[in-house]
């Protein structure tokens, strides 16, 4: 097993983002609206990735240029396979998907499926922002913005091999996966995660403890659920709302 992978009997919930560099087609005019697959030279492929725990500050990093496609698809195989939770910004939709195509293609078995908070999910249906870009998220919850790339420009010379473009690329990506954690940190602690975005209850068992933040010291009934026999509960430490059934008994004890 990789040295950077340490076994815990803790729920493991990894923040991990990628950068894709962009496709090459043979095309005719610059209007063009569709590429037929037969027009494709080069099809997008992961080029880099960067990741870190929910309960450390080290970061981790792989890239193409760095380690290799292959060393580096295996580092991010085996993240992904230890963690019981991903979390990301349009991470089920794009970044997974476009691992596996990766991992397909170079002769990989698939990898554990883990289960996805998935940021982007909670922005567009919990609020109404004029942008949904993870940017525009963090400006508006006051939260460190995304590094100016200057653009397509640095895929450009990252594609050429610049060295001092690649060092930018892994700051970049880098730094996306700390302001996600960052808005990750700010929907959980205000309330913002649902059930189905991150459910402790599902991986400990514990029906006494908090689905969004896993402490089970915390949680006060406030009234009386609109289902008969439940009632709704809030934490005290996260501010996530909840029902449960009237007879749980809400223990001290820490997580």
Same mark, same amino acid.
């Given at each position: 097993?990789?040295?950077?992978?340490?076994?815990?009997?803790?729920?493991?919930?990894?923040?991990?983002?990628?950068?894709?560099?962009?496709?090459?087609?043979?095309?005719?005019?610059?209007?063009?609206?569709?590429?037929?697959?037969? $027009?494709?030279? #080069?099809?997008?492929?992961?080029?880099?990735?960067?990741?870190?725990?929910?309960?450390?500050?080290? $970061? $981790?990093?792989?890239?193409?240029?760095?380690?290799?496609?292959?060393?580096?698809?295996?580092?991010?195989?085996?993240?992904?396979?230890?963690?019981?939770?991903?979390?990301?910004?349009?991470?089920?939709?794009?970044?997974?998907?476009?691992?596996? !195509?990766?991992?397909?293609?170079?002769?990989?078995?698939?990898?554990?499926?883990?289960?996805?908070?998935?940021?982007?999910?909670?922005?567009?249906?919990?609020?109404?922002?004029?942008?949904?870009?993870?940017?525009?998220?963090?400006?508006?919850?006051?939260?460190?913005?995304?590094?100016?790339?200057?653009?397509?420009?640095?895929?450009?010379?990252?594609?050429?091999?610049?060295?001092?473009?690649?060092?930018? $690329?892994?700051?970049?990506?880098? !730094?996306?996966?700390?302001?996600?954690?960052?808005?990750?940190?700010?929907?959980?602690?205000?309330?913002?995660? #649902?059930?189905?975005?991150? !459910?402790?209850?599902?991986?400990?068992?514990?029906?006494?403890?908090?689905?969004?933040?896993? #402490? !089970?010291?915390?949680?006060?009934?406030?009234?009386?659920?609109?289902?008969?026999?439940?009632?709704?509960?809030?934490?005290?430490?996260?501010?996530?709302?909840?029902?449960?059934?009237?007879?749980?008994?809400?223990?001290? #004890?820490?997580?």
């Amino acid at each position: 097993m990789p040295d950077f992978i340490k076994p815990s009997n803790k729920l493991r919930a990894l923040v991990i983002d990628l950068e894709s560099m962009y496709g090459l087609a043979a095309v005719w005019q610059g209007r063009t609206d569709y590429i037929n697959k037969n $027009m494709l030279l #080069r099809a997008p492929e992961v080029i880099c990735w960067a990741a870190r725990w929910t309960d450390s500050d080290k $970061m $981790m990093f792989s890239s193409i240029h760095h380690d290799g496609k292959e060393a580096m698809l295996q580092k991010a195989h085996d993240l992904i396979s230890e963690a019981d939770i991903l979390i990301g910004y349009n991470t089920k939709r794009y970044d997974i998907k476009r691992f596996r !195509n990766d991992f397909a293609k170079a002769g990989l078995n698939a990898p554990h499926d883990p289960e996805h908070c998935d940021l982007y999910s909670i922005t567009t249906s919990q609020f109404d922002l004029f942008s949904n870009s993870l940017d525009f998220a963090c400006k508006e919850f006051g939260i460190v913005r995304k590094i100016d790339t200057g653009g397509i420009d640095l895929w450009k010379q990252c594609d050429a091999g610049d060295a001092e473009a690649w060092e930018l $690329m892994k700051s970049y990506n880098c !730094n996306d996966v700390h302001i996600t954690a960052l808005l990750w940190e700010y929907y959980r602690d205000h309330g913002w995660l #649902r059930k189905r975005d991150m !459910n402790y209850i599902k991986f400990t068992g514990d029906r006494q403890s908090c689905y969004s933040c896993g #402490r !089970n010291d915390s949680l006060e009934v406030t009234g009386q659920a609109f289902k008969a026999g439940d009632v709704r509960i809030k934490c005290s430490t996260c501010n996530s709302w909840d029902s449960r059934k009237e007879g749980i008994i809400v223990s001290r #004890r820490s997580i």
